[in-house]
C-alpha cells in the first residue's frame, strides 16, 4: 500500500529469506502453526490508518451507548445464553477490507467484528521474528495506541488475569492441542503463566470449576474464553453435555463473558451506517429484495469462520432461508489489489484489536492481524496452492 516500501520489500525478498524466518517462528513451539503464514508485512499509510481508527471509533460509540444492551438483547441465541455477564467484553476484534472505492482510492470497509479475543497473544511472536529476518523502517510500528512490546504484554497480562494468579486462570477451548490456531494458546501461557485446558477437562463441584494438572487439582477462578459456543454445539454428544455446565450459575470470572461474541457480532452491524461500514440488513426486515442481488453477500448470523455465507446471492438463496432473522444481507464491497507480489497482486484484510480495561469508559486500540488472499475470499480453502497469502500483520506508518 506504500510503493516505495513495497517495491524495496520485493526486490531484497528471497525464498531463503523466508525459509529462514519460517523457521525461526516454528522454533518457539515445533509443529504448532498448521496455517500458511504469508511472506511479507503489509505497509500502511498513515492516512489509511487514520481511517480506520475514525470507523472503529465511531463503531465504539454505539458500543459504549448504555441503550446498547437492549439494542442487542436478541443476539444471543435462548439455549446459548450464559448468566453472570458483566458491562462490556475484555477484547474487541475488527476486521476490515482494503477495499477501492468509485473514485480509486484505498478505504476499509468493515467486514466483521468480534467481541471475543483473537491472535492476540501470537502476534507479539510474528513480531519480534519477522524484525529479526526482514528489514522494518524506524516509523512504522505494529502496535497500536502508544503500546509497546512491553506495555502491549503487560496489559494482555492484566486483561487476563484480573486480579487472579496464574495458577487459577485458565485458557479454555474445546481439544485445544487439535486446534490450528493452537499456536496462539502457547504463546499466551508464555506471556501470562496460565494453563491451556480443554473444556473435557473441567470438574465441577457446586458452583466451583477445578481443572488438574500433574495431578493436583486446582480451583478455576477466571476463564479466558477461547470456545466459540457455536463450534461447542457441532460436537459429539458426550461434548455437548460437558458443555453444559458452562450454562450454570458459577462461581468464576469470564474474560471477556461469553455473552458478548454474540453481542459485537454481524447482529450489530444493521445498526451501524458509516462510510466505512457497508449497509446491511437483518434479511427479515428487507422490504423489497434488492433488483442488484448480485451486489450482496447473504450471511448467516450465527455461524463462524466464514461458514455458511453465500457471496453470490439469487432470489432462490433468498428463498431457501427459512428463518430470515437470524440472516443479514450485506452489501458487497471491492477488495483492492493492495499488496503486489511477484506473481498476482493479493487483496487484504486487517482485523485491529481493541483492549477494553474494566473501571474504563471505552476500549483502546493495541494491535492487529492481517490476511492476504488471491481468492475469491479471504480464507485457507480460496487460497490452495498459492504463494504470498496466508496470516501476515500491519506495520502501520507513525
Known sequence: MIPALRKEFNKNFSVEKYQAFLDDLNHAHPGTIEFRVAETAVFVPKGFSTKLSAACESIIDIIVDPKFKELTKNAIPKNLYVP??????HFIAFDFGVCINEEGEYEPQLIE???????????????????????VPAHFEAYLGGHSHETYIKELKEIILGKQAPENVILLEIFPHQQKTRIDFYCTEDYTGIRTVCLTELIKEGRKLFYTHNGMKTQVKRIYNRLIFDDLQHQPAEVVKKGNILFEDLDVEWAPHPNWFY???K?????????????????????????????????????FAGQGVVIDVTQKDIDKVKDPENWILQRKVKYADAVETPDVPAKCEIRLFYFWKDGTARPVPANNLARLSKGKMIGV?????KEWVGGSYCLFEK
Open 381 to 385: 480453502r480460496y487460497n490452495k496452492d
Open 263 to 265: 453481542r459485537i457480532s
Open 267 to 303: 447482529y450489530t452491524l444493521p445498526f451501524i451506517r458509516h462510510p466505512y461500514v457497508p449497509k446491511t440488513f437483518f434479511l427479515n426486515e428487507v422490504k423489497q429484495i434488492p433488483a442488484d442481488l448480485e451486489n450482496y453477500v447473504l450471511k448467516p448470523l450465527f455461524s
Open 113 to 135: 467484528m468480534q467481541g471475543f479475543p483473537s491472535m492476540f497473544a501470537y502476534q507479539v511472536l510474528l513480531d519480534d521474528v519477522f524484525r529479526r529476518h526482514f528489514p
Open 84 to 89: 453472570g455477564e458483566n458491562d462490556h467484553s
